[in-house]
Each structure stands twice: as structure tokens, then as C-alpha cells.
């Protein structure tokens, strides 16, 4: 391999004892390029080039090829920008007809969120939600992403008011706003519920159950130490170089979180022993045997047990709020099903889990 790469070295810098040879033939690729070239100029591409170039001049077919060769047409049916000339066809399109089912059925509710993409610019997500009364039924689609610059209520709701404008929506006919609970969307002194409210009284704004659920989860969370201790990014600090965050709303990741240490809770053990007698780091030794002892304690296995059980209960609710077919009567079901376990879990839940 290494008399390969000096050959490659050589053959790059003269050096070799054929060097005069390879310039020779070096010159005679280049003129042998120059002439078969239809792209140069008529002293260096030879004499049959040009007499192509000047029988194209009055063949179309010809013309049509030459320049399909030097890729000087723009635009073609397989090209890129025709693509997207169609794709932009077909979404006005159905755009078109969305706006005109939203317009026959007069009364709809708005859906907002607001997102950053992978540029970091803030996208501002709109949803219409109407009934259809051809078919009875509810009807959810997404109209487009706008980027916005601010996100002020003013300037949220100035965005949406001119959108519905081009659209040729009324904001008049709205009947609904429903938002995540962040402040700029759902603060009912300066929110954009407040703003569009002032403009239409009737349109009576809808929380998100699912996010206002997670909200609650959350502060129950917060509010119990042990159970601080028991989300597990201290525990797999140790044995990954990185762990990302557990995000509040991410009650999937919980559950497996909590899942994975209850189950393996002995082999944690074993391994924060192993890295503890493996290593020198004298503060790593001391936060492995700290851990260690933290959930071997009663209290802790305790609480991982009884945090796991509603963790679990509470992912099937999650779970229902979020899908499309989800019915507000079922949903009301489910939470009071809830509310009767936790009653009956903290008066019997010790026994059941022993």
C-alpha cells in the first residue's frame, strides 16, 4: 500500500523516472479533451464541434440536444422547479377546497401552535376544526405554516388575522380558539385568546385537555421529592456519556425510565459497585456509592413501586387524549375511573403491590 501512495506522490510532484513520459501524455489527454469538448471555444474544439454547433443553429432537434448536453435548459419536466411548480399546484389546490368546505359551513374553531424548525425560525402552525354538515361530522385540517419574526400577542394575532383575510375566512364566524397554556397564547389579560376576543366575543377559547393534563402530572411530580430522585437521569449519568433530559410532556419516556430501573434495579446495584472499585475519580467514587445507597433505602423502593403504578395508569390516559378518535364523554369516563383508582390505591395499594 505505501509503494502505491509514494507511486501516487510521484506521479503528482515530476519526480519519477518516467516523469518526462507522463507530461507527454498528460499534454495529449488535454489536447484530446480540448477537441472533443462542445463546450470551448472554436480554436480549441476542433473543426467537427463547430460544424455541429452551426448545423444546430438550424436543427431544432440538434439545438435541443446540444443544449440537454451543456445542461443550459433551466427547467424540464423531471427538473426540480417544475416538481415543485406542481407540488405548489396541487397544494393550492387542495387548499382551495379545505377554505371552500370552511366557508360553506360558516362556524369553525382555530388551532394554534407555534414551533421552531431545524434554522431556527419560529413557525406559527394553523389548524381549522369545523362541522361538516353534509356528513355529520368533525372535520380537522391543517391550512399552512407561517414564519413569524415575534411572539407577541399582537403580532401572533395580526399574523392569523391576515391569514384568514387571504383566505377569505371570516374571523367573525369563529367559534373556538384552542392553544397550548403558554402565556402569549392563553393569557386572558394579554394573550392572543384576549386580542382575538376583543375583536370576536364568541370565540370562546378551549384549552388543550391533553397539555393541561401533562401540566398537572408535572407539578404533582415537582411537588414530591422522591419522586424528583426517581425521574433516572442521575441514576444513568453514569453509564452514558450524555443523557437528554426527561421532558415534562414526555410521560412515555417516564414510564420507561421508571420501568427500566425498577426491573433492573439489583443490576443497577451491581454496576454502580463495578464502576465505583474500577476508577480513581475519588469523587466518582463517592456520588456512585452515594446513589447506591439512596435507592437501596426502603423509601425509595417504596415510592419507585407506587410511582411506577400510576405512572402506568397515567400513560393510558395520555395516550387517549391525544388520538383522533377520542370523545369527550369517554375521556370524562376515564379520568373519574382514575380518580376512583388513586382513592382506592391509597387505602390498598401497600397490600396489593407487597
Not at 440538434?62 to 443544449?67: A, E, P
Not at 452514558?240 to 420507561?256: D, G, N, P
Not at 383508582?341 to 387505602?347: G, I, P, Q, T, V
Request: aromatic letters at 8%; proline letters at 1%.
Amino acid at each position: 500500500m505505501l509503494k502505491w501512495i509514494n507511486l501516487e506522490n510521484g506521479l503528482k510532484n515530476c519526480s519519477t523516472i518516467d516523469s518526462l513520459a507522463q507530461s507527454q501524455i498528460e499534454q495529449e489527454r488535454d489536447h484530446r479533451e480540448k477537441l472533443t469538448s462542445d463546450s470551448g471555444s472554436s480554436e480549441t474544439s476542433g473543426n467537427f464541434i463547430d460544424l455541429v454547433k452551426l448545423i444546430a443553429r438550424f436543427d431544432p432537434v440538434l439545438r435541443l440536444h446540444l443544449q440537454v448536453k451543456d445542461k443550459t435548459i433551466i427547467d424540464h419536466y423531471i427538473g426540480k422547479n417544475i416538481q415543485n411548480e406542481l407540488i405548489q399546484e396541487m397544494a393550492s389546490h387542495v387548499k382551495s377546497e379545505i377554505v371552500g368546505k370552511i366557508i360553506h359551513n360558516k362556524y369553525y374553531c382555530i388551532i394554534l401552535d407555534c414551533t421552531r424548525d431545524v434554522s431556527c425560525v419560529e413557525q406559527l402552525s394553523i389548524i381549522i376544526r369545523f362541522f361538516n354538515t353534509k356528513t355529520a361530522e368533525i372535520e380537522e385540517h391543517f391550512i399552512g405554516f407561517i414564519a413569524v419574526e415575534k411572539t407577541t400577542a399582537e403580532s401572533l394575532t395580526n399574523y392569523i388575522i391576515t391569514e384568514l383575510e387571504q383566505l377569505g375566512i371570516s374571523l367573525q364566524n369563529c367559534r373556538g380558539q384552542g392553544y397550548d397554556n403558554g402565556v402569549n397564547m392563553r393569557g386572558e389579560i394579554s394573550g392572543v385568546q384576549k386580542c382575538i376576543i376583543e375583536i370576536n366575543p364568541l370565540a370562546y377559547v378551549l384549552p388543550c385537555g391533553s397539555h393541561s393534563w401533562n401540566l398537572i402530572l408535572g407539578d404533582a411530580d415537582a411537588a414530591s421529592s422522591f419522586v424528583q430522585f426517581l425521574c433516572p437521569n442521575k441514576i444513568f449519568f453514569w453509564f452514558a456519556t450524555k443523557v437528554h433530559s426527561v421532558r415534562r410532556l414526555k410521560w412515555e419516556c417516564r414510564v420507561a425510565s421508571v420501568k427500566a430501573v425498577k426491573y433492573q434495579l439489583s443490576d443497577t446495584c451491581d454496576a454502580l459497585k463495578d464502576l465505583a472499585e474500577n476508577t480513581t475519580d475519588c469523587q466518582l467514587v463517592s456520588e456512585c456509592h452515594s446513589i447506591e445507597n439512596e435507592i437501596t433505602t426502603y423509601e425509595f423502593v417504596v415510592s419507585l413501586v407506587i410511582w411506577y403504578d400510576i405512572l402506568t395508569k397515567i400513560k393510558v390516559i395520555s395516550n387517549m387524549w391525544q388520538r383522533e378518535s377520542m370523545h369527550l364523554d369517554v375521556a370524562i369516563q376515564h379520568l373519574e375511573a382514575f380518580t376512583n383508582w388513586l382513592d382506592n390505591y391509597r387505602e390498598n395499594g401497600f397490600q396489593s403491590s407487597s
